[in-house]
């Protein structure tokens, strides 16, 4: 039936640094029948590729500098992670106790520049980086897909933020190949022809959202989804160059943000 | 099949004030043999409610104040818009030329205070603002499709709002009835046993952003998604009564907002 189809893709073993992602997904979707088609969407939970891709840090390895004494002593955390913050960002945003929120060295704006306490192993010890060029690994990711399968969907690499404003967190994408991660319909009519003059959509934001309720945050381990139909809901173009697809896009530059 | 599912509503006519959008989404959904059950999450544009209970305003029957013009003068948009953005809002968050941020009456956070110009008819010169109360639209329109039905499903009244840092505008939930907006994952613990500490997930937030990939923006005219499997995909407990049920759950009171 018409519409937009999220199937969770259920049995990949925890994965492991050196392991090679596109195998473990191939297998699983073999596991339960499930086949990629072209113009699907695979929208994976970054934890994944950034465990495969080494990303893994322990915290007793980490010699905090004196800023990052200073940010801990302000926000209460752990130096270690502090400084692992201040090397992983390009400027602290805000400090509050309990909340360092940074932009990222790639833009993105979240908390603790993307570094995740949860999903690494090691009780807390451990910290989760994310992946060192996500759009890079979506682009990997979606070849090795390709070479395994005959089919090369659109990759979206998924994490969860916090957003000024609001309440929760919510998925966002922070890494993507194969499609343009924002769509423009500047210039398209509204039912009563009313020509629109300033919407772009983030649909591969939206997309990582719609996957995130199906993944959950916890203990499901569902790492990754299948979405199935948005080119076909929306009538848009699955990019086949790269120029377009980068979550780069997604980010406003610094100096055309008013809240930065 | 597993996971989550979004159908659109087809073939609803362009509503109009007094309107009964219960008997137009009930009989579009016979019409293409789509039937709610137990469990389904029905997301509807705002537009759709909006246009039903008359929220629409001609701009020649404005009479801006000395603020509106001010804001108007500093903004550069019609005073008559913004003399209805001041009355919508609780505050003026961010003007630069061509934008205003408020902060809606609701304690949503949007351009314009969610005053849409596209949707009114009238080419730009009638608008349409939000509903007066959408949790209260939502309650009633679950209400009037179990009545009509025979299933009440979780309703979500859905707009679509740019953010902060980000490209692009998503979808978001103005107004709830039968879910709880916000999902808990606080001391449930990940693969590794590690217990999460800060996990509040914006469920709602993300089931209009996956409603809206399928809705699009512009001419399609799809009001209306069925979302099939959130709460089955995620083990969540619809609510019953409708003490959390309320969109302000994902408002962030202004005092622990870093950003305002």
Redesign the interface.
């Known amino acids: 039936?018409?519409?937009?189809?999220?199937?969770?893709v259920v049995g990949l073993p925890?994965v492991e640094p050196g392991d090679d992602v596109a195998e473990l997904l191939a297998s699983a979707l073999r596991g339960q029948g499930l086949q990629l088609r072209q113009g699907d969407v695979l929208v994976v939970a970054h934890k994944v590729v950034s465990r495969a891709e080494g990303r893994l840090v322990a915290l007793e390895d980490v010699e905090p500098s004196p800023a990052a004494r200073s940010l801990a002593a302000e926000s209460g955390k752990d130096p270690r992670l502090c400084e692992l913050i201040l090397r992983e960002s390009q400027a602290i945003v805000?400090v509050?106790p309990g909340?360092v929120?940074a932009r990222h060295r790639l833009g993105?704006?979240c908390a603790n520049a993307g570094i995740d306490?949860?999903?690494?192993?090691?009780?807390?010890e451990t910290v989760l980086l994310l992946p060192e060029d996500p759009d890079g690994s979506a682009r990997r990711l979606r070849y090795d897909l390709y070479r395994k399968t005959g089919v090369a969907p659109a990759v979206i690499i998924a994490d969860?933020h916090g957003?000024?404003?609001?309440?929760?967190?919510?998925?966002?994408c922070i890494g993507v190949a194969g499609m343009g991660?924002?769509?423009s319909?500047v210039g398209?009519?509204?039912?009563?022809?009313?020509t629109?003059r300033s919407?772009?959509?983030?649909?591969a934001?939206?997309?990582a959202?719609?996957a995130?309720?199906?993944m959950?945050?916890?203990?499901e381990?569902i790492p990754a989804?299948v979405a199935r139909g948005?080119f076909e809901?929306?009538r848009a173009i699955q990019i086949a160059g790269e120029g377009e697809a980068t979550a780069a896009?997604?980010?406003?530059p610094a100096e055309r943000?008013?809240?930065?």
Request: net charge neutral.
């Open positions: 039936m018409t519409g937009l189809h999220l199937y969770p925890v805000r509050r909340l929120i993105f704006v306490r949860s999903n690494a192993g090691g009780e807390g969860s957003r000024p404003f609001r309440e929760g967190a919510v998925g966002v991660p924002v769509l319909e398209r009519q509204d039912l009563f022809g009313y629109l919407t772009l959509e983030a649909v934001d939206e997309l959202s719609a995130t309720l199906v959950g945050q916890a203990d381990g989804v948005f809901a929306r896009r997604l980010v406003r943000d008013l809240f930065l």
